[in-house]
């Protein structure tokens, strides 16, 4: 469930009309609801009692501070995968005692931050990485509490972009291996292994996978712990899918992933940790954009937006789909027109939808992208030199800009000429 409806007759975040945010901010924007974020968030945290555990946000689906702090003011931890991540994190508040740590390729520089500012676990992926961990810790003679991310050569079941737990995947220790390299690991200065993560793939619309990846994971705490090891706790990674289309059906609730947790892992006396990411912030947000143009095309007309794949590159990148809705609300018996939906970027692939049926709509309309708030801004990039959208919270009756859109003046400051130009 979100909290953008249709309230006479206008899409409303919250208790605001979309379109006053358009009309103040401009177009396109990226419009999240705090009580949608703090709805999924608690969603997790129920499904897990009573458990001890620790919900830890995906901060790479939705990197915004205000959002963080957002969930962060509730208790939530979080999962960095960057020193940029962990920075953002500690700037919202969060101490470094709820942040982890994951991501195949730290650096040492990345692990000396968060060894010197604090951190809850590094979710260590590979042997080159440990060992650099621990020569790090002993050069700033401090302590890493560690897990390995292991492989447990899943099959998720989902886009092949976005699935991690294979085993011909860049993630994680073999769980093959994992006797022999946990053997090194608790034998490295600097280093105190406390438990196991696992992280198969993003968007998974089954149990079953992680059914499979977990008990896998039960059986390698019992193994472990008879070597010798302390686990005592486990990291279960995210990936929980969310429904993208009204007409889809409903990927599993929360709850039942909370049960299925309880059920394979719930005897071992482990703190539970999960990294969700998108079904926390993904229905939390839309992207408003406007119609510059209809076009007809031989065939076919075009919505020309004026948002573009360089603002959600989700479509052209996964092949994505996102409901798009008029912010106006539709007469109920309205016929459907169909049309090619597509932004102002010079390729082909900046498509956003093929033959979609939607209500006749006009230039200068108003649309919004259901389901933008995960992977969304934090994936834009400036393709055509076309700079960031302003990203804006709501809460209740009020909204603020939590980014501003940056003025062309702000990008073109950013190069530089050599001195023989
Ligand atoms: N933990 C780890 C280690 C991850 O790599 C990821 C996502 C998550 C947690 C959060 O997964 P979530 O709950 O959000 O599914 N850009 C793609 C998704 C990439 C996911 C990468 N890893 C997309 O737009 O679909």
Known sequence: MDHFLYRNGQLHAEDVPLAEIAATVGTPVYCYSTATLKRHYRLFTEALSPLPHLVCFAVKSLSNVAVLKTLGDLGAGMDVVSGGEYRRARAAGVPGDRIVFSGVGKTREEMRLALTEG????????????RALSEVC???????????????????????????????????????RASEIYAEAAGLPGIDVVGIDVHIGSQLTALEPFEQAYLKVADLTQRLRAEGHDIRRLDLGGGLGIPY???????????????????TVGHLGCEIEIEPGRLISGNAGVLVSRII???????????????????????????????????????????????????????????????RPLPALRQGDLVAFRSAGAYGAVMASEYNSRPLIPEVLVKEDHFAVIRARPSFDEMLARDTLPPWL
């Open 119 to 130: 951190i809850r676990q590094f979710n260590v992926e590979s042997e080159p990485e440990l």
């Open 138 to 176: 002993v050069s700033l003679g401090v302590t890493a509490p560690i897990t390995l991310r292991v492989n447990p050569d899943v099959d998720a079941r989902t886009h092949e972009k976005i699935a991690t737990g294979k085993k011909e995947n860049k993630f994680g220790i073999p769980i093959s």
């Open 245 to 263: 289309s009204r007409s889809n059906d409903a990927p599993p609730l929360p709850l039942d992933y909370g049960a299925l947790i309880k059920r």
């Open 293 to 355: 143009y209809v076009k007809q095309g031989e065939g076919r007309d075009f919505l020309i937006l004026d948002a573009a794949m360089n603002d959600l590159i989700r479509p052209s990148m996964y092949g994505a789909h996102h409901d798009i809705v008029p912010l106006a609300e539709p007469a109920v018996a309205v016929q459907p027109h169909v049309y090619d939906v597509v932004g102002p970027v010079c390729e082909t692939g900046d498509t956003f939808a093929r033959a």
